[in-house]
């Protein structure tokens, strides 16, 4: 089997099978990152650089045409067996991602159980409800456009599959630019912000419940945008993508979903209720 798989990917000589640090790297500036927003600022910076250098040594071993898993190779053996290793870390770092952001809903309607005042939808809340909502039909409306792409490297139209993930990366970045526009109209104009300010303190707590839950999706939609434009580039690249290799598409689908998903539940929690 060894001299199978060696034999299979000698043909594409740099561009085989191979394994790397930097997703462990990425993953690591994660983790020191998130701890420093919770415990020490600092480190928030050590997670930064870190991510940073994890990024450029990704982007550098794939600048010299190294690919990681060209092919699907399932896990074996085991119930996983007809699941690729790169595709269970997706879901297995998806689950981890559902805890994170349950564990946020959670804290912030425990907050909201003890503020003194909240505000009531389309009454004294200063959220703009319109465009918001306007933003999530946008956000679902990307959704749709990531299948049709996966759909045409599966049957290997180019057209469709370049079409539909460009519409996906331009979405994505005009849900992220209206937040940043709505961050801007909150913050300066309507003064809520994520701590307490003289201007209007009873919102202090549903400032700080409000940009948490909104500011780590965006953070995450953020992150799923920079997914995308690597898959744009490489979508033009010739046969990077096939109906028997795109399972890049697929991972960064899966991710794509689930924060859509997660904007579902966020949307009436955060704006509506």
Do not use: C
């Amino acid at each position: 089997m060894a001299d199978e798989h060696a034999a299979t990917h000698g043909e594409h000589g740099a561009a085989g099978h191979h394994g790397s640090i930097w997703p462990f790297v990425l993953a690591l500036a994660g983790g020191i990152g998130f701890a420093g927003v919770i415990t020490w600022f600092p480190l928030a910076l050590v997670g930064a650089a870190v991510l940073a250098a994890g990024l450029a040594g990704w982007l550098l071993e794939d600048a010299r045409g190294v690919r990681f898993g060209e092919v699907t190779y399932p896990t074996e053996p085991g119930i996983f067996k007809s699941v690729s290793i790169r595709k269970l870390g997706m879901w297995l770092f998806i689950v981890s991602e559902i805890f994170f952001f349950s564990a946020i809903i959670g804290n912030s309607l425990a907050l909201r159980t003890r503020a003194p005042f909240w505000p009531e939808p389309g009454v004294d809340s200063p959220l703009n409800i319109p465009l918001t909502a306007l933003n999530t039909f946008i956000l679902i409306t990307s959704s749709f456009t990531m299948v049709q792409a996966l759909k045409g490297i599966e049957k290997g139209n180019l057209r469709l599959f370049r079409g539909a993930l460009l519409a996906t990366l331009l979405l994505g970045i005009m849900f992220v630019s209206i937040q940043v526009y709505e961050y801007n109209k909150l913050f300066f104009e309507e003064h809520l912000t994520p701590w307490l300010n003289p201007v209007e303190p009873r919102l202090a707590t549903f400032g700080t419940t409000f940009y948490m839950q909104t500011g780590f999706h965006g953070a995450h939609v953020s992150g799923g945008v920079f997914g995308l434009a690597y898959l744009n580039y490489k979508a033009w690249k010739k046969d990077w993508f096939t109906p028997h290799n795109h399972e890049g598409v697929e991972l960064i689908g899966l991710y794509w979903h689930f924060v859509d998903i997660v904007w579902i539940f966020l949307f009436p929690i955060v704006y509506l209720i």
